[in-house]
């Protein structure tokens, strides 16, 4: 599903009932457990959060126009999203995350490179997602993202 939203509390607006609930909850979780440095803002049509370019003035190699983005979460058709970079870039990081989840959660974890679906709205590892946002601050993601994203992407030309 795609919302058209200027603001999270615009996009928020547009979400069925039964997942305001669970988009907020997110929402605050991360914005009490992310290390500072990070900025909320729309970015791909969902609440993201942020390296904004004021910290890191090259800004996303896709699109060096936008900030460089670490989370990212969604209300999909068929799931709620939560999108870490992080996670796509730290193979120690998803190791732990994939070790961790099953104490948290009943259900099988089903991810993607970055992208963890939550098909069940009452099973959501609420303190497992506060876990690991307490892990990485900006320059640490600013650090990881050059390292690993941009020397393949320099490869790749």
Same mark, same amino acid.
């Given at each position: 599903?795609?919302? *058209?939203? !200027? $603001?999270?509390? @615009?996009?928020?607006?547009? +979400?069925?009932?039964? %997942?305001?609930?669970?988009?907020?909850?997110? &929402?605050?979780? +991360?914005?009490?457990?992310?290390?500072? =440095?990070?900025?909320?803002?729309?970015? #791909? =049509?969902?609440? $993201? /959060?942020?390296?904004?370019?004021?910290?890191?003035?090259?800004?996303? !190699?896709?699109?060096? *126009?936008?900030?460089?983005? /670490?989370?990212?979460?969604? $209300?999909?058709?068929?799931?709620?999203? +939560?999108?870490?970079?992080?996670?796509?870039?730290?193979?120690? +990081?998803?190791?732990?995350?994939?070790?961790?989840?099953?104490? !948290?959660?009943?259900? *099988?974890?089903?991810? =993607?490179? $970055?992208?963890? &679906? /939550?098909?069940?709205?009452?099973?959501?590892? #609420?303190?497992?997602?506060?876990?690991?946002?307490?892990?990485?601050?900006?320059?640490?993601?600013?650090?990881?993202?050059? @390292?690993?994203?941009? *020397?393949?992407?320099?490869?790749? %030309?």
């Amino acid at each position: 599903m795609t919302y *058209k939203a !200027h $603001s999270i509390e @615009e996009y928020i607006e547009q +979400l069925p009932e039964e %997942r305001k609930e669970v988009i907020v909850k997110l &929402r605050t979780i +991360l914005q009490e457990n992310l290390p500072e =440095g990070f900025t909320e803002q729309i970015n #791909y =049509g969902m609440p $993201s /959060f942020v390296v904004s370019h004021h910290t890191y003035p090259n800004g996303y !190699h896709c699109d060096p *126009k936008l900030p460089l983005p /670490f989370i990212n979460y969604a $209300s999909q058709k068929n799931f709620v999203a +939560l999108y870490h970079m992080g996670i796509y870039a730290n193979k120690e +990081l998803m190791d732990w995350f994939v070790a961790e989840y099953p104490k !948290h959660c009943k259900y *099988k974890l089903d991810m =993607g490179k $970055s992208c963890i &679906r /939550f098909k069940k709205m009452n099973d959501i590892p #609420y303190e497992l997602i506060a876990e690991l946002a307490q892990k990485m601050t900006p320059y640490d993601w600013i650090e990881l993202y050059e @390292e690993n994203i941009m *020397k393949t992407t320099k490869k790749a %030309r």
